[in-house]
């Protein structure tokens, strides 16, 4: 038996650990945070998707690459393309929830894990130049202790060892929950809320936005607006999480 095998043997005599999904035992010392069923049960987003919005796209559609699918079409994003790694939905959104609202930062090595392991990230982590996270404002990020998003970001940068910059795009305003917003009230809520204060870093460099939710994907939108604004050539949305039926 391994020192650490031994070592979580132990431990788990004296302080049984619990799966963060189902609550069942944890007893194999690879098990930190889920059991293997629910580590099978994450709801990767495998189907063929729309590049522009995320969206799962059935057997039958139709994608063009400048109008999107049927849900997008007609819909103005400024991020180029969006890559989805999950659904959110069942383990996945237990664990974005406990994350951010429980505060648990610790269960960001399972969520980083998640996004860093799948396949379809590495060639568009190698296109690009720089990773920004989108910013919380600071009272926010003061209240909860950490930027969900800017978590994500690190994750990614140890896995791919690319350069990342968390301070030169900014939330400038507090702006509320957009959770239980419109999708126009969304909007209102998010425009002029980000600046780049050196805009000079971005310019002419491909950018990948690393956000955990997307919804309607405004508040990445008017991140990507900025980031162009400041000189950036193309934005490349990375997302832990897609709710496809959200408002």
């Known amino acids: 038996m391994a020192l650490r095998d031994y070592y979580h043997t132990v431990l788990d005599l ?14 194999d010392a690879c098990e930190v945070y889920l059991c293997h069923t ?13 590049t522009r919005c995320g969206a799962t796209l059935g057997p039958y559609a139709t994608v063009k690459e ?11 994003f400024h991020f180029d393309t969006v890559t989805p790694i999950t659904h959110f939905d069942g383990v996945v959104r ?10 648990l930062r610790f269960l960001c090595q399972t969520l980083n894990e998640i996004v860093t392991t799948r396949p379809r990230l590495k060639p568009i982590v190698e296109e690009v130049d720089i990773i920004v996270p989108v910013p919380l404002h600071w009272l926010k990020k003061f209240h909860r ?27 400038i305003r507090n702006t509320v929950s957009q959770t239980y917003l419109s999708k126009t009230k969304r ?13 000079g870093m971005f310019a002419g460099k491909s950018i990948l936005l690393v956000d ?6 405004v508040t990445a ?24 039926h959200g408002k």
Do not use: M, W
């Open 94 to 103: 237990a664990l974005i929830h406990k994350f951010k609202y429980a505060k």
């Open 187 to 199: 909007q209102e809520n998010v425009r002029n809320a980000f600046k780049v204060k050196r805009p």
């Open 145 to 171: 202790g950490f930027n969900q998003s800017e978590l994500l970001t690190r994750g990614i940068q140890n896995h791919f060892s690319k350069p990342v910059s968390t301070r030169n795009l900014c939330r």
């Open 221 to 244: 939108s008017e991140c990507a607006k900025k980031l162009k604004e400041a000189g950036a050539g193309r934005v490349h949305l990375v997302v832990l999480a897609i709710a496809e």
């Open 14 to 27: 004296f302080y049984p650990r619990t799966c963060f999904h189902c609550n069942c035992n944890l007893n």
């Open 66 to 76: 400048d109008e999107g699918c049927s849900r997008c079409k007609g819909k103005k």
């Open 212 to 217: 955990d939710v997307l919804t309607t994907g």
């Open 38 to 50: 629910c580590k099978e049960q994450i709801p990767y987003v495998k189907d063929t998707y729309c």
